[in-house]
């Protein structure tokens, strides 16, 4: 660069004044609190109010065998509350083994729950139960919405009701049909909400609906206004904002173990219920557990782009080697992204991924990015060549070949980049060799600056340390 092309060079931005700086700090807290809030209003929303998820949910309970356990205990709890099995026996038995009718139907009541697990295992079993839970999410969500008809006649209540798989066991039990009849009606139902809880009910689901969709753009508008409000700080109030949606994921990702354990010892009387309530809790906040990742999987592109475009060395260097292919070659660049992103749909790291609306955005927000980036590259290193990239490169593994090398002849330690060794002069057997002059390193900083391995700002960094070598001499 040329002094008259460093006078033309725009100057730096003023610093921030003490109250914008403020107001952008308190922007970045408010955001990220809202992304906190906003991964536990679209969980809620997605897990309580839509009917397939609350039954695959359901189903993956099933699936464990801690929770199918707990789940036989109480059908088969049920079978012998609402039926009186010592009596069958009883009326089955002659006169004279009337005593072992007790034993017998004890007996049996062990081997029902062993084989109850079994039968809860099946697939057919499995499909009664999601079937049944999807009816049950059904009628919660309708309720909830105001869509029942039931609730004005008879102030309805949730109820799931397994009274099917309650028949099945029976009957897998060599139970008669007659047995079968003897169950009641209402056996098998259990209610997850009284009618009372129905107002309640209505007016929370009214705000979540209204939560899951105004906390994360109320979170993506903060973020957006603390950069704007940052001239000359965007890309560090941009990593912020990246660094925020992180944040919030890990936050939340903590916050469910430390709630997960409060609540099984909370459900859990006796440690023999313990492994069902922690694999319940598990299962049913996995939903939880995945939008918090993929708020995090959304931060972590924003830190490396705000990263990228930044000046660090590391970034610059990036930016210069894909210089001549972002300035001369865009149809690589976007197909390069293209590919991409089709990876990482087809690798699906969370939900959203897979999901329509998320994945164009996605797909909106890295397209503007790499404009963004050809831009800038273009500004910055306009006339950079394949050639020029090539030259640095190759003159950049020469001088850590020559690192290595100066590292093990000498005592290991490496000298610091850019450092010129002023110690005593180099010696070739009995002949001292003399050490460069300054024009020879001015130079050699001089051909370095040529080919970009050194920057303007490292050039006129590394000239004033050799003037203050020279002065010691």
Known sequence: MTTSEASEAPPPSPPLSSGRRWLVRGLLILATVASILAVFAVWANRQVLDANNWADTSSNMLANPAIRTQVSDYLVDQVYSNVDVTA?????????????????ANAIRQQAEK????????????????????????????????????????????????RQVLLDLVRQ?????????????????ITIMSS?????????????QGLSVVLPALAVVLYALAV???????????????GGFIVAGIVVLVGRNLAGSYVVDSLAKTSAVQPAAEAAWSIGTQMLSDVAQASIVIGIPVVIAA???????????????????LRERPGLSYGILAVALLLVV????????????????????????????????????????????GASLRGGATRAVRAVSAARQGNGA????????????PVAGDVVVAAPTRVEQLERLAALHDSGALSDEEFAAEKINLDRREALR
Do not use: C, H
Not at 199 to 207: D, E
Not at 228 to 241: D, I, K
Not at 417 to 423: D, H, I, L, Q, R
């Open 173 to 189: 039990l060599g139970g008669s049909g007659k047995l079968a009849g003897k169950i009641p009606p209402d056996a098998g139902r």
């Open 346 to 389: 087809a690798w699906g790291p969370i939900p959203a991924t897979r999901m329509v609306v998320p994945v164009l955005l996605m797909v909106g927000l890295a397209t503007a990015g790499l404009a963004v980036l050809r831009r800038q590259t273009a500004e910055e290193f306009p006339d950079v060549t394949t050639g020029d990239v």
């Open 414 to 425: 490496p000298t610091a980049p850019g450092a010129e060794p002023v110690a005593t002069p």
């Open 307 to 325: 990263w990228l475009a930044g000046p660090m060395r590391p970034a610059v260097a990036l930016r210069r080697a894909a210089a001549p292919w």
């Open 228 to 242: 704007y409000l940052s001239p000359g700080r965007r890309r560090r109030v941009l990593t912020y904002a990246g």
């Open 88 to 104: 069958e026996f009883r009326a089955a038995f002659p006169p004279r083994l009337d005593p072992l009718a007790g034993p017998a």
């Open 115 to 162: 084989r109850t697990v079994i039968l809860l295992g099946r697939p057919r079993v499995q499909q009664t139960w999601e079937a049944a839970n999807r009816v049950t999410a059904q009628q919660f969500i309708d309720i909830a919405e105001g869509n029942s008809r039931a609730i004005g006649i008879r102030g309805n209540a949730v109820v799931l009701n397994v």
């Open 196 to 208: 009372d809880q129905v107002k309640t009910l209505q007016n929370g689901v009214n705000g979540l």
